[in-house]
């Protein structure tokens, strides 16, 4: 292999990632249809090179050329961006993928997720929150989350499921005195998003 020829070097998960991404937002673009998407990330994942991963996205937009010029632990974009200091906002992402928040976790002024393709579950009620109002922006388009609050707690919901999306909350969305309020918005196409408080007795998947 010529020394600057990093086609054949191997690919890590992130960078696995990355691709995958490329992937679903071009299908949440139209460029591609479900079966192509489905198809196309099974490629990916089961990529071992960067010169495996440039054929899969070569006819997008945002294709994977660079990839075959990318330095090995080149940055890739991280499934949670850590709070640095000033920012009060916690960003995930579940893309394809499946992602859990509960028991003690620190819950910041304002979360994003976005859960595109996968499944969230974020459940407040042992969480450490330290604002009256916490602000919840969620994409759960083409996926699903379940968004569970702390007993009493209140919820504004404004999030689009117009497009074959389902919203439901159990929740009372009139703010009070003295409990967490939240403020949730986003969208959820061709998805599902619950918001509830914990559910009283039966069998729950999310539990």
């Known amino acids: 292999m010529a020394p600057n ?20 937002e071009a ?12 198809d196309r990330l099974n490629a990916v994942y089961a990529a071992k090179t960067y010169a495996d991963l ?5 006819d997008l937009p945002a294709g994977a050329g660079n990839f075959s010029t990318a330095a090995p632990g080149g940055t890739v974009a991280s499934r949670e961006a850590p709070l640095v200091p000033g ?35 974020l459940d ?11 602000e919840v ?3 759960t388009s083409w996926g699903g989350a379940d968004i569970i609050l702390p007993e009493g707690a209140t919820a504004e919901i404004d999030v689009d499921s117009s497009w074959f999306g389902s919203l439901r909350s159990d929740v009372d969305s009139l703010r009070r005195a003295g409990v967490t309020h939240f403020v949730i918005t986003g969208q959820s ?19």
């Open 5 to 24: 020829d990093m086609s054949r070097m191997r690919i890590s998960d992130g960078e696995r990632d990355q691709v995958a991404e490329i992937l679903r």
């Open 27 to 38: 299908a949440g673009e139209g460029r591609l249809d479900l079966d192509e998407l489905d």
């Open 54 to 58: 440039e054929p899969i996205v070569a």
């Open 87 to 121: 920012d009060q906002t916690l960003r995930l992402k579940a893309q394809g993928n499946s992602l859990v928040r509960k028991g003690d976790w620190t819950v910041p002024q304002r979360v994003e997720v976005d859960a595109r393709f996968g499944s969230t579950r």
């Open 124 to 134: 407040f009620r042992e969480a450490r929150i330290s604002t009256p109002v916490v």
């Open 137 to 139: 922006w969620v994409d």
């Open 189 to 207: 196409q061709g998805g599902s998003l619950r918001v509830r408080h914990k559910r009283a007795g039966g069998w729950n998947p999310f539990a």
